[in-house]
């Protein structure tokens, strides 16, 4: 699988969860939105739960 930026940002847009996670990221480490997206490409996306939808996209 490969990263793709529009795709998270409509896989975040689409569920709260996710908004929330980002913010915090954003809050917690002081980065931007593009390195919150990536980072939780890695972590949640990439073999995790969201695999499947973001498949989808």
Do not use: C, T, W
């Not at 996670?21 to 980072?39: G, Q, T, Y």
Request: cysteine-free; charged content about 40%; overall charge positive.
């Amino acid at each position: 699988m490969k990263f793709v930026k529009s795709k998270m940002k409509i896989l975040v847009k689409e569920n709260e969860e996710l908004k929330k996670r980002l913010r915090d990221l954003m809050d917690e480490l002081d980065i931007d939105k593009d390195a919150a997206l990536r980072a939780m490409y890695h972590s949640d996306v990439e073999g995790g739960k969201y695999q499947v939808p973001y498949q989808q996209l």
